[in-house]
């Protein structure tokens, strides 16, 4: 019988999660064919812990197992599955300030043509239902019922950017790694930044063949065209140089308001400072 996965990541999108994870998988005592976006414990847990456990058949020996599906966060029964199938399990999560979320959020849904480019962001965060995504602890309260504090890493997205080498030597003490040294080579990667395509149809088209697979089961196929690096060539042709993305103040101090009191009862949660959010 194949032995459980050790961690999972929960989250959240646009956050640098692809990031994290790209990272993590190199290092030489976690299996760098670990998936991601599997989404089995909110969309294909029907599909039994065989389908599951599929995915890692490939990672052999004593090297760690774990995946990252960021739509486990929203998920409302994602945490009782996941502690279901390992109470032992360690959760990672990693946040990024909610008014950067949200304006990540926009973009993207601009690119995928969800939304009109006409429409304006203080237009797009009239609608609260485009908000909820960011009001972290709804979701992270929800795993904090399940599993001690011992065994959730919440990581601050600003913190990682800042100081990354000091991020993942926490992150690997938190997965009891052996060597808590070890510096991965994308380290000082750029992450999340925001970027204007020439023809937003042709990023449409790769954003929805993704997701369609992703939502389907087909993660794996997704990460071996992610491998081969066709999706990173069509988007670098498609790519507009200019970098015209800002966030009005006044959208800024609205959305800080919006979300101070769902951030101090998250402060209090995970017991970190969130101070870094309101600048």
Known sequence: ??????????GSGKSGSTWLFE????????????????QFFNKHYGKGLEWYHKHFSKCYGSLLKG??????????????????????VKIIAIL????????????????????SPDLSFGEYIKNDSNLSIAIYYDQMKRFYEYFPKSNIKVILFE??????????????????????????SDLDKKVNQAVNYKCLFVENIITRTSRVLNDNGYGLIVQKIKDLGLPQLIRGL????????????????RLIEYYRIPNSKLSALINQDLSIWDN
Do not use: W
């Open 23 to 38: 990272n993590l998988v190199k290092h030489p005592e976690v299996c760098g064919l670990n998936p991601k976006e599997i």
């Open 238 to 253: 498609n790519l507009k140089s200019e970098k015209t993305f800002s966030i009005q103040q006044n959208d800024k101090v």
């Open 159 to 184: 913190k990682a950017v800042d100081n990354p080498l000091l991020i993942f030597r926490q992150l690997f003490e938190f997965l009891e790694l052996k060597n808590k040294c070890f510096v991965p």
């Open 67 to 88: 995946e990252f599906s960021v739509q486990y966060m929203s998920s409302l029964a994602s945490p009782k599955r996941i502690y279901d199938y390992n109470k032992d």
């Open 96 to 115: 990024r300030c909610p008014y950067a979320r949200i304006f990540s959020d926009y973009l993207h849904s601009i690119r995928k043509m969800e939304i």
């Open 1 to 10: 019988m194949q032995s459980k996965v050790s961690f999972i990541g929960i």
